[in-house]
C-alpha cells in the first residue's frame, strides 16, 4: 500500500517534468532562439530513463547522481536524490553515501 502510493506519486510527478535536451537539434522553425531548450521541451520520466539499469548497479546510481546535480527542475532533482539515497540505503553503501550527503566529513 505504502510502496503503491509511492510509486504512483513518483510517476506522476515525473510525468510532469521537463528535460533539457541540449543534445537535440533545434528545429527549422526555431524563430532565431540561440538557446535549444527554449524553443524546445519535452517531459522527462526518470524512473523511465534509469529502468535500463540494474536497481543496484553503480551506473544506475552515477545517472540518478548526474540527474541531481544538473536536473532542469527542483522536482527532477529532487527525485533523482530520493532514488540515489533509496539505492544507497538497498544496497549498503554507506561510503558514497557519506560522500553525497556529507561531502566534508560532517556525519
Do not use: W
Not at 535536451?21 to 530513463?49: I, N, Q, V
Not at 544507497?88 to 566534508?104: D, H, L, T
Request: glycine share 10%.
Amino acid at each position: 500500500p505504502l510502496q503503491a502510493d509511492r510509486r504512483r506519486r513518483l510517476h506522476t510527478l515525473t510525468m510532469a517534468m521537463e528535460c533539457d535536451e541540449t543534445s537535440a537539434p533545434t528545429g527549422a522553425g526555431g524563430g532565431g532562439s540561440s538557446s535549444p531548450s527554449s524553443s524546445s521541451s519535452s517531459l522527462f520520466d526518470l524512473e523511465t530513463y534509469i529502468s535500463r539499469y540494474d536497481v543496484l548497479s553503480e551506473t544506475r546510481l552515477q545517472r540518478l547522481l548526474f540527474v541531481a546535480s544538473r536536473g532542469k527542475t527542483d522536482d527532477v532533482r529532487r527525485l533523482a536524490y530520493e532514488l540515489a539515497e533509496r539505492q544507497m540505503r538497498e544496497a549498503g553503501n554507506v561510503r558514497k553515501y557519506r560522500e553525497v550527503f556529507y561531502p566534508r566529513g560532517g556525519g
